[in-house]
T-cell receptor
């Protein structure tokens, strides 16, 4: 069966510091991968998605970036965090080659920028 | 532009009764719809989905209804249980886009 991992679970960072959140998927090959952010009291905002290694689509202009160095690894980064980057970050995957299909989420990372 | 809308931010229901959560969408290209349940500090859990070729899909206590002409879908939970208390998100996607658009969520509280 497929599983998705995210780490760290919680993170407190000062403004201006860098960020690296990691997501890995097990049990499937060539998944579509996604990064979402849920700000306090709000819905899920799609940040990035990837349909293959090195293929990243950005949905929202911001100081975040994403990379997919391996088939089942998706990384969310920032060079300098802003206060507004605080939120709950979720990684998700879906099957590729079949559309549309169910999307499955990881446990999330709570990021607090102070 | 909010393409998927959940206009009720919260809903309270007595245990054993029916919970009805609503979702509206504006993009007629959407052809697959999903409902997720989310507890605080956890990732959303997939509940049930429906393709646009159907108007109803049922899985145990959960039933999703789709009205394409009204661009409206609803999730029915019968009977409601206290463990159903969570935030429910609807999402929509269309073939070939790989993108899922989520609503803002409805917080369901099932009262014992």
């Amino acid at each position: 069966s497929q599983t998705i991992h995210q780490w760290p679970a919680t993170l407190v960072q000062p403004v201006g510091s860098p960020l690296s959140l990691e997501c890995t998927v097990e049990g499937t090959s060539n998944p579509n991968l996604y990064w979402y952010r849920q700000a306090a009291g709000r819905g899920l905002q799609l940040l990035f998605y990837s349909v293959g290694i090195g293929q990243i689509s950005s949905e929202v202009p911001q100081n975040l970036s994403a990379s997919r160095p391996q088939d089942r690894q998706f990384i969310l980064s920032s060079k300098k965090l802003l206060l507004s980057d605080s939120g709950f970050y979720l990684c998700a995957w879906s099957l590729t080659g079949r559309a549309p299909d169910t999307q499955y989420f990881g446990p999330g990372t709570r990021l607090t920028v102070l | 532009d909010q393409q998927v809308k959940q206009n009720s931010p919260s809903l309270s229901v007595q245990e054993g009764r029916i919970s009805i959560l609503n979702c509206d969408y504006t993009n007629s290209m959407f052809d697959y719809f999903l409902w997720y349940k989310k507890y605080p500090a956890e990732g959303p859990t997939f509940l049930i989905s429906i393709s646009s070729i159907k108007d109803k899909n049922e899985d145990g206590r959960f039933t999703v209804f789709l009205n394409k002409s009204a661009k409206h879908l609803s999730l029915h939970i019968v009977p409601s249980q206290p463990g159903d208390s969570a935030v429910y998100f609807c999402a929509a996607t269309s073939e070939g886009t790989y993108k899922y658009i989520f609503g803002t969520g409805t917080r369901l509280k099932v009262l014992a």
